[in-house]
């Protein structure tokens, strides 16, 4: 299994709604991320897990809020979001800790926040 | 932090025709990857290549570590192949992956 799965692939919501994306990997990866892609850009790193601790936060505002349950479930919580959050959200994993430090995305999520 | 800059912005190609696209870092790096990014989203990670030179099918790549460069080669080139290529790397001294703008390929039937 060489996938990272992501639900929903859709998701519209709006300004006052509180809506979570799920991120799934079974290939033993034990750092996980959250990106934010908008059109014809590359992605923005927002969290980083790592052995299911937050290691990094890029000043991400908080109506995002990162949860991992263990180490192969990322969920990003949201709740308050504004119009310009909507974007492509991708979750990310890798081995870490060995020589090949491939980076394996899922599909993502396509929000609109309306 | 370390600058990523890729070339060209947009590429053109019939199918058939070879290409070569470039990554230049401005900084020592240890970790380099390229990614394809579909028309659909999905972002497919093509090589892990810090250094040397790896071949998978028709496409390959080369990064030259002391002169900060990695080339990706896509022979023969299909319409599956359209979409954006992103170079990403990881400086020595930083922990985090810096993506380059992408290269957006077009090949026409």
């Known amino acids: 299994d060489t996938e990272v799965t992501q639900t929903p692939k859709h998701l519209v919501m709006g300004m006052t709604n509180k809506k979570s994306l799920k991120c799934e990997q079974h290939?033993?990866?034990?750092?996980m991320y959250w990106y934010k892609q908008k059109a014809k850009k590359p992605p923005e790193l927002m969290f980083v897990?790592?052995?299911?601790?937050?290691?990094i936060n890029e000043s991400v505002p908080s109506r995002f809020s990162p949860e991992c349950p263990n180490s192969s479930l990322l969920n990003l919580h949201l709740h308050a979001l504004q119009p310009e959050d909507s974007a492509l959200y991708l979750c990310a994993s890798r081995l870490f800790g060995s020589k090949d430090e491939k980076l394996f995305f899922g599909s993502g999520t396509q929000l609109s926040v309306l | 932090g370390i600058q990523v800059e890729q070339s060209p912005p947009d590429l053109i190609l019939q199918e058939g025709a070879n290409s070569t696209l470039r990554c230049n870092f401005s900084?020592?790096?240890?970790?380099l990857q390229w990614f394809h990014q579909n028309p659909w989203g999905q972002l497919i990670n093509l090589f892990y290549i810090p250094s040397g030179t790896k071949q998978n099918g028709r496409l390959s790549a080369t990064t030259v570590a002391t002169e900060r460069y990695s080339l990706l080669y896509i022979s023969s080139s299909q319409t599956t192949d359209s979409g954006v290529y992103f170079c990403a790397v990881v400086g020595t001294s930083g922990s985090r992956l810096t993506f380059g703008e992408g290269t957006q390929l077009t090949v026409n039937p």
């Open positions: 897990y790592s052995y299911e601790k937050l290691s």
């Open positions: 900084d020592s790096v240890n970790n």
């Open positions: 290939m033993g990866h034990r750092a």
